[in-house]
């Protein structure tokens, strides 16, 4: 935002050379979601990730999302910016508001250059989330789905609908073997086979676009 804030920091002014106030934009809640581009590393002391995260993350005074760029590589090498970025993300989810970042740029984790999706996936992404919910915009729940499981042949065959206005997502959670999965499902998505004797339970739940979720429609197989 400013050299000095917090005092340790120096830098590209932005509110003096680029005219724009963005921490007046986050404490007067004219944005859904913050992402200060924290692009440096956390040992480097003038532009400190952990020391701004946590100035940023106390003007978020409304609790906005606040989700803070970090770049994928370009410091010292992919390894080391693996190693690097999970160390922030787990800083980025110790905050009380808004765990989540935004990562730049696609070409490293799209091309898998050294290993670093693969390892962010395996330290830091072991499954899938939902974006945080925007109560300021809405707090209504969605309508329950209408849910079916009908046999067809060895596999069952599950089928739901909103049961009302279309939803943004669906979360989809199956009990095999004892053990509950998930999966987040696009609003197209609206059925899955399973095999049939190795089901035990399947739950779906409906996600709007502000992230508020329904109560899941429940089937029991065997009940």
């Known amino acids: 935002w400013r050299p000095g804030n917090p005092p340790q920091i120096s830098g590209f002014d932005s509110y003096d050379k680029l005219f724009g106030d963005s921490r007046k934009w986050l404490q007067d809640g004219w944005v859904d979601y913050m992402a200060p581009q924290l692009y440096w590393p956390i040992d480097q002391k003038a532009q400190s990730f952990p020391v701004l995260l946590q100035w940023w993350s106390a003007q978020n005074t409304l609790g906005r999302h606040l989700w803070p760029g970090m770049k994928v590589s370009g410091w010292r090498g992919v390894n080391d910016d693996a190693v690097e970025l999970a160390r922030e993300i787990e800083l980025t989810r110790k905050q009380n508001n808004s765990p989540g970042v935004i990562l730049w740029h696609a070409r490293p984790l799209m091309h898998n250059e050294a290993g670093v999706a693969d390892a962010l996936e395996r330290n830091v992404y072991r499954s899938d989330a939902l974006v945080p919910t925007y109560p300021w915009l809405s707090k209504a729940v969605p309508a329950t789905p209408h849910l079916s499981v009908l046999a067809d042949r060895n596999e069952l065959k599950a089928e739901w609908n909103s049961g009302g206005s ?46 508020n979720m329904s109560a899941p429609a429940i089937y029991h197989a065997g009940r």
């Open 166 to 211: 279309a939803p943004c997502r669906w979360v989809v959670q199956e009990k095999i073997g004892g053990k509950w999965s998930t999966e987040i499902l696009p609003e197209q998505k609206t059925s899955e086979r399973i095999k049939a004797a190795s089901l035990e339970a399947i739950a779906v739940a409906a996600v709007d676009r502000y992230g």
